[in-house]
């Protein structure tokens, strides 16, 4: 069975840092592209950054230069380095898996609050 | 970069009746890799249809997906109480690389 864990979130002051992880299980985590995808509260969702199977990142412009997609295979992990946070952040961080073929996100973590007010 | 534009953003219907969601891409969608989710209060997504109109396992077959280019539908023959949901439609950019989803779609009972 396919299971990602994120882990990580907190409250954090504007300006600071904060890293997700994402634990991953019941498929060979190596293969897959994966992504993390946000929601604030009330709000839709957000694609956050993506890293290929081969690990190639990329980002939207909301957060490039801020946030730093890594993963480490070994560990099956999947990571998120958050810097330079503002309030608008704030949200709901899922991990999802990428399918091959279809370029869906078939299979999601259930999410790790971040929250960034001083 | 590909915008996608849902409508409409609440559609209220009673249990029973079909419901049809539009989603519109501002450009026509690579090889219909046109997903639709389903989100629950307080729940990660799931995956209802995938390129367009091929249903997700276990997804009841009064969900389906349609269309091509820059216009896709789902939509749902027979609303059950558990359907009542928000809905999402994403697509995959290769140029520049990237997920883009529709700002959603209220489905609440009436």
């Known amino acids: 069975e396919v299971q990602l864990v994120e882990s990580g979130g907190g409250l954090v002051q504007p300006g600071g840092s904060l890293r997700l992880s994402c634990a991953a299980s019941g498929f060979t985590f190596s293969d897959f592209d994966m992504h993390w995808v946000r929601q604030g509260t009330g709000k839709g969702l957000e694609w956050v950054s993506g890293i290929t199977f081969t690990g190639d990142t990329y980002y939207p412009g909301s957060v490039k230069g801020r946030f730093t997609i890594s993963r480490e295979n070994a560990k099956n992990s999947l990571y998120l380095q958050m810097n330079s946070l503002r309030a608008e952040d704030t949200a709901v961080y899922f991990c999802a898996r990428l399918s091959r073929g279809y370029y869906d996100l078939n299979y999601w973590g259930q999410g790790t609050l971040v929250t960034v007010s001083s | 970069e590909i915008v996608l534009t849902q409508s409409p953003g609440t559609l209220s219907l009673s249990p029973g009746e079909r419901a049809t969601l539009s989603c519109r891409a501002s450009?026509?969608?690579?090889?219909?890799?046109l997903t639709w989710y389903q989100q629950k209060p307080g729940q990660a997504p799931r995956r209802l249809i995938y390129?367009?109109?091929n249903r997700a396992t276990g997804i009841p077959d009064r969900f389906s997906g349609s269309g091509s280019g820059t216009d896709f539908t789902l939509t749902i023959s027979r609303l059950e109480p558990e359907d009542f949901a928000v809905y999402y439609c994403?697509?995959?950019?290769?140029?520049?690389?990237?997920?883009?989803f529709g700002q959603g779609t209220r489905l609440e009972i009436k």
């Open positions: 994403q697509q995959y950019g290769s140029s520049p690389p990237g997920i883009t």
């Open positions: 450009q026509s969608v690579s090889n219909n890799y």
């Open positions: 390129g367009a109109s």
